[in-house]
């Protein structure tokens, strides 16, 4: 059992905490609700995963790291547990659901302005966290709406630290086995397996895309040529950072309403994140 307290039966002890959280099993991604005892109105996600070899470093990845870190825009692990092949992570419960959830979810409302940049901002200031006030600095390396969770007032919560890495300030990359979502990958990374805090910069840029036009990271059902959200949008960028027209760019379903200087400079910030040349890319402060 984890350092919050201990799991017996299924049965999940609230303890102290007196908080909702999510039961996270590492290896699948079915999701179940299940009451808390003592708090027979508040439920628990529950996701449950399969044991493997690679499921169980990923999950021992997680907990070391995320019991290193402390901050508002990055989920709070309550505790853990081992069982058998059983791996569980409880988390604070977050209600509504992840980023990719509200962009891309059938039948949802759209998202308007104001909370999409309220998230950009959360994410940005939880990522900038791991990689300027951690020692070893974190790279997360899965950066994508499906890892940003949002609270009760939709600020934004950086969750899945399960391919995260350590990265020892005095070099200047760590070379490790590709991992990460397809869409998200920086292409130096995805090349050469050479991670830097740069790459999860990029994948950053692709999220702030993802804020901005309403579109998937990589949609088959685009047309030719169009299916990379990052490729798609590079020249367009340029053209809204030069002409300061941002109609190809914005979501239709904002329908013209956003405030256009943060607009602005939420484009400009996706630009930089998404260079093709890592050094060109800002840091997350």
Not at 60 to 76: K, P
Not at 103 to 110: D, E, F, K, S, T
Not at 117 to 138: M, N, S, V
Not at 249 to 258: F, H, Q
Request: proline share 5%; glycine share 8%.
């Amino acid at each position: 059992a984890g350092p919050h307290g201990q799991l017996q039966r299924g049965r999940v002890p609230v303890g102290q905490h007196g908080v909702q959280v999510v039961l996270q099993l590492r290896g699948a991604d079915e999701h179940h609700q299940q009451l808390l005892p003592r708090q027979r109105d508040r439920r628990g996600r529950v996701r449950l995963k399969a044991g493997s070899g690679q499921g169980e470093r990923e999950f021992q990845a997680e907990v070391e790291i995320i019991s290193r870190v402390h901050h508002r825009h990055l989920v709070s692990l309550v505790g853990y547990c081992v069982a058998q092949q059983h791996r569980m992570l409880i988390y604070e419960f977050v209600p509504n659901g992840t980023l990719e959830d509200h962009l891309h979810g059938r039948g949802v409302p759209a998202m308007d302005w104001p909370t999409r940049l309220r998230i950009a901002i959360g994410a940005a200031k939880g990522l900038a966290y791991l990689h300027e006030d951690c020692h070893p600095r974190i790279i997360h390396r899965d950066i994508k709406s499906a890892n940003i969770l949002l609270d009760y007032s939709f600020e934004a919560q950086v969750a899945d630290f399960g391919l995260a890495k350590l990265s020892n300030d005095t070099h200047t990359h760590v070379s490790t086995r590709i991992m990460g979502t397809f869409g998200y990958l920086a292409p130096e990374y995805a090349s050469s397996g050479k991670l830097t805090d740069r790459s999860d910069v990029f994948s950053f840029g692709v999220v702030l895309l993802e804020l901005i036009t309403g579109r998937k990271p990589v949609d088959q059902d685009r047309p030719l040529g169009e299916e990379s959200l990052a490729e798609w949008a590079r020249p367009i960028l340029a053209d809204a950072i030069e002409t300061g027209n941002h109609d190809e760019l914005a979501d239709p379903r904002l329908e013209g309403r956003y405030n256009k200087a943060e607009m602005v400079r939420m484009v400009e910030a996706a630009a930089a994140c998404i260079r093709h040349s890592a050094p060109k890319r800002p840091r997350m402060v």
